[in-house]
T-cell receptor, first 113, second 116 residues
Framework: KAGVTQTPRYLIKTRGQQVTLSCSPISGHRSVSWYQQTPGQGLQFLFE???????NKGNFPGRFSGRQFSNSRSEMNVSTLELGDSALYLCASSSHGTPETQYFGPGTRLLVL | AQSVAQPEDQVNVAEGNPLTVKCTYSVSGNPYLFWYVQYPNRGLQFLLK??????LVKGSYGFEAEFNKSQTSFHLKKPSALVSDSALYFCAVRDGGSSNTGKLIFGQGTTLQVKP
């Protein structure tokens, strides 16, 4: 089976812009979670989707949003980008999320200038 | 609140020697515990997990971990380290009492350096 794929792999944006990141889960997986990884804060949970519904949300401002489509693919959007949003954004998928193993994609590295 | 602690920022070990990467956790219910490894510019790779059962869990690439409920620890171990094991290791926990979520709480990570 193909693993979790994320596009794009690298992205450079400027402050105030918005960005959309995409994640395709492992075939058959219905749960997708997003995490932000930074040197200072480590790995932090953003949100989790299961069957197109947001099941859990981390402690991030409303500028961060996401959605899941009927084919389980997921997107996350960050509006009004700030310098502090520069990070590696990781997507993970699992078959139904509880307590199945989450398998991670390679991540999207976002640089905000 | 759930939390995970990895008390060592870096662990150095000589190739061929045993290695241990430490992890302690705090959850309100039964813990689901995971170890992941991250190589430079890569995502996280799953190594092993503890859900229930035997306290010694065996995983990928010769790694194993020991669950200790009384000490709330889940240390990662390998009998003989390889230079290629050098990477960043993360311990993570999911609260088993929160049945309707896959949310993981991660430790800060431990860099493992294996020297030839």
């Amino acid at each position: 089976k193909a693993g979790v794929t994320q596009t794009p792999r690298y992205l450079i944006k400027t402050r105030g812009q918005q960005v959309t990141l995409s994640c395709s889960p492992i075939s058959g997986h219905r749960s997708v979670s997003w995490y932000q990884q930074t040197p200072g804060q480590g790995l932090q949970f953003l949100f989790e989707y299961f069957s197109e519904t947001q099941r859990n949300k981390g402690n991030f401002p409303g500028r961060f949003s996401g959605r899941q489509f009927s084919n389980s693919r997921s997107e996350m959007n960050v509006s009004t980008l700030e310098l502090g949003d520069s990070a590696l954004y990781l997507c993970a998928s699992s078959s139904h999320g509880t307590p199945e193993t989450q398998y991670f994609g390679p991540g999207t590295r976002l640089l905000v200038l | 609140a759930q939390s995970v602690a990895q008390p060592e920022d870096q662990v150095n070990v000589a190739e061929g020697n045993p290695l241990t990467v430490k992890c302690t956790y705090s959850v309100s219910g039964n813990p689901y515990l995971f170890w992941y490894v991250q190589y430079p510019n890569r995502g996280l790779q799953f190594l092993l997990k503890y859900i229930t059962g035997d306290n010694l869990v065996k995983g990928s690439y010769g790694f194993e971990a020991e669950f200790n409920k009384s000490q709330t620890s889940f240390h990662l171990k390998k009998p003989s380290a390889l230079v290629s094991d050098s990477a960043l290791y993360f311990c993570a926990v999911r609260d088993g009492g929160s049945s309707n979520t896959g949310k993981l709480i991660f430790g800060q990570g431990t860099t493992l350096q294996v020297k030839p």
